[in-house]
C-alpha cells in the first residue's frame, strides 16, 4: 500500500510503501520519547519525498550517523535516515495523512541502544 504523509505544515510531504498491516517500534531514547515518535523503518527504494527538499534541515548528536530531518518551518521530524538502517528512512507514523487500519505497536529500548541496535538491522532490507 502506498501512505502519503507530510509535516505539519505541509510544506515537505512524502510517500512510503508499506504494507496495510503494520508493525511499528516506540523507542524510549530521549529523542524518540520526548517527540512522540513512532517508526516505520523502510528500505529506501520504498520512500519517496515528494515536495519540501529545499524545506528540510538535518540535526545530528553523538555519533553523527543518524540523520535526523526536520521541516524548517514547523519543526517536525516525520522521516530520517537511523543509525540503525543507513540504508533505509525512518517513517514517523504519526505523520502517514491516513493512519493504518491495522496498527501494531513494539516497544523498544533506544535507552540501551548499543545492545539491542541489531534487533532492528533487518528492517530496511528489500523483501
Request: net charge positive.
Amino acid at each position: 500500500m502506498i501512505y502519503k504523509g507530510s509535516c505539519h505544515c505541509g510544506a515537505v510531504q512524502f510517500e512510503v510503501e508499506a504494507p496495510i498491516k503494520i508493525t511499528c517500534q516506540d523507542c524510549n531514547c530521549s529523542i524518540c520519547s520526548k517527540s512522540g515518535y513512532l517508526h516505520l523503518i523502510v528500505p529506501k527504494s520504498k520512500f519517496k519525498l515528494l515536495q519540501g527538499k529545499d524545506n528540510l534541515t538535518t540535526y545530528t548528536f553523538k555519533t553523527a550517523q543518524a540523520k535526523h530531518k526536520f521541516c524548517k518551518t514547523c519543526g517536525i521530524k516525520s522521516f530520517y535516515i537511523p543509525r540503525s538502517n543507513p540504508a533505509g528512512y525512518d517513517i514517523n507514523v504519526r505523520c502517514l495523512n491516513l493512519q493504518p487500519m491495522d496498527l501494531i505497536i513494539e516497544k523498544f529500548d533506544g535507552k540501551n541502544w548499543e545492545e539491542h541496535a541489531h534487533t532492528l538491522a533487518h528492517l530496511s532490507k528489500e523483501t
